[in-house]
């Protein structure tokens, strides 16, 4: 309990403290225009208040993550604990507030425009493929998700006008893809900007009304110290580096984020905002994805309860949350955990194709207030995310994690560039690039669904790997001081 209590304490602090040492680095104008007023289109760029746009991106950026994946987390032991809070302070909350930052200095535009602007054109037009079918993939799986949980909830037919509709996979699946498209077409305000907020609102009081009721109720939350060991079932064949770092990304670092901040990053304001609801929203992240490690471990009787539990649900965190949610909270819990698991991913996976939709348009130049043109890109990204909801949903899910943290360590690296070219303390952003590109290498070579190299090699091989990165940005550093490369934004 004790472990739980500190780490709550320190991400609130890391937002007071840390938070305003990144926001003083970047340098935050208060009296520059923001794009949601220069390129005010009623679309996309469009002035909302900042805790509307709070609000959503912490739902933007939430969906299953810090539910689905501080539970996975939490089989690892209290270790979570500490990855949770460190990643999230120094790393991820960082990572979301930059690339929120850098897109309203470069008038909104997208991460893959970002990183061209400090990686080189060749990373943008990788960057622009890789994220488009990230962008796809989360979409897709918060349709698959959400609709097979709806399956098991409803009857198996409903009767329509003397026509009877089978309420299956398919059904709910048309329905949230007919639902994904409208909100993706529609203007910001008009779906997004007057429902998220309440979600957003919803899926946190979820998560203060389960570690309420670990707490009124007989449950013991382990400790980290002298918990800090491997405790996941699988023992080595999972070891806690690097395999954490990639299942807890939602909470402590996720590359998805820095996809989403650019939508908001078109209707903030005021500089000034730009740490509540960036830096703000990924704290909020990372408390909740601390809640549900900690009711994970608390309520299954400890980490191998939890592990067992797992075990015998194939593995099935949807299940945990919906037992853990009817248990602790009653009746009201149940409705909580289907809006948790239902509603939540879906309107990030909504969020997703729409920052598909703009990053294509960022890359043909095509304005997005007239319809025509919103239909002419999503039209083709839709039927594109059909295709991949008939694969197995196991692979989609496994591939999207470690696509992911990739996105999280290229995005670093922008940073880090940006802040040497700008004259800033770019040592704050290269930390946490380094130890992501040892996490990512490392993963890669190990993972079953990467090389599958015995553990040592892995790790050896990851350490080559981000040596050289290293050397590259140091060798880029002293060109940028040689041919004076740097600017001002």
Known sequence: ????????????????LYGAFVEKVFGVNPDRKTP?????????????????????????????????G?????????????????????????????????????????????????????IMQFMRVFTIALMILVGSVFIIGPAAILEGLTPFSLDV???????????????????????????????????????????????????????????????????????HYRGGAMPIFPMMFVSIACGAVSGFHATQSPLMARCIK?????????????????????????????FFGGVKGLNDYMITSNGNAASAVHVMSESLLGGFGAVLAILGVVAAPITSGDT????????????????????????????????????????????????????????????????????????????ISFI?????SMVIFSYILFAPEGLQFSYHVSVIGGTIATVIIVAVFFYYQKLVKRKNLYEEI
Request: hydrophobic share 60%; proline share 4%; no cysteine.
């Open 432 to 436: 946490p690039a380094v130890f992501m």
């Open 161 to 231: 006008a003397g026509l009877t509709i089978s309420t299956n996979l398919a059904f709910w699946a048309v329905i949230i893809f007919a639902y994904y498209f409208v909100a993706t077409m529609l203007p910001v305000d008009k779906i997004i900007g007057r429902l998220y907020p309440v979600f957003g609102f919803a899926l946190i009081f979820m998560a203060v009304g389960i570690i309420v009721a670990l707490f009124i109720g007989d449950y013991h939350i382990p400790e980290l110290l002298g918990n800090m060991n491997n405790q």
């Open 270 to 298: 005021n500089e000034k905002y730009t740490r509540r609801v960036f830096y703000g929203a990924m704290v909020i992240e990372g408390v909740v994805a601390l809640i549900w490690a900690a009711a994970a471990m608390a």
């Open 352 to 427: 997703a194709f729409r920052s598909a939709r703009l990053i294509v348009a960022d890359f043909v130049k095509m304005n997005q207030k007239p319809v025509l043109n919103r239909l002419m890109i999503a039209v083709p990204l839709f039927l594109v995310g059909f295709l991949v909801t008939q694969f197995d949903f196991a692979i989609i899910w496994r591939y999207m994690a470690w696509s992911n943290q990739t996105l999280a360590l290229i995005t670093l690296w922008t940073i880090t560039v940006y802040l040497l070219r700008n004259k800033k303390l770019w040592i």
């Open 70 to 122: 501080a539970i996975a987390g939490a089989m690892w032991g209290p270790s979570a604990f500490l990855w949770i809070v460190i990643g999230n302070i120094f790393g991820g909350a960082l990572h979301d507030f930059f690339s929120g930052a850098i897109s309203i200095r470069l008038k909104g535009i997208s991460l893959p425009e970002i990183t061209g602007r400090y990686l080189g054109k060749g």
């Open 36 to 68: 949601a007023y220069s390129m005010n289109d009623g679309v996309d760029y469009v002035p909302l208040p900042w805790w509307k746009v709070l609000l959503i991106q912490f739902l933007n950026i939430a969906g299953l993550g810090p539910i689905f």
């Open 1 to 16: 309990m004790i472990s739980f209590l500190v780490a709550i304490v320190a991400l609130v602090l890391g937002y007071f």
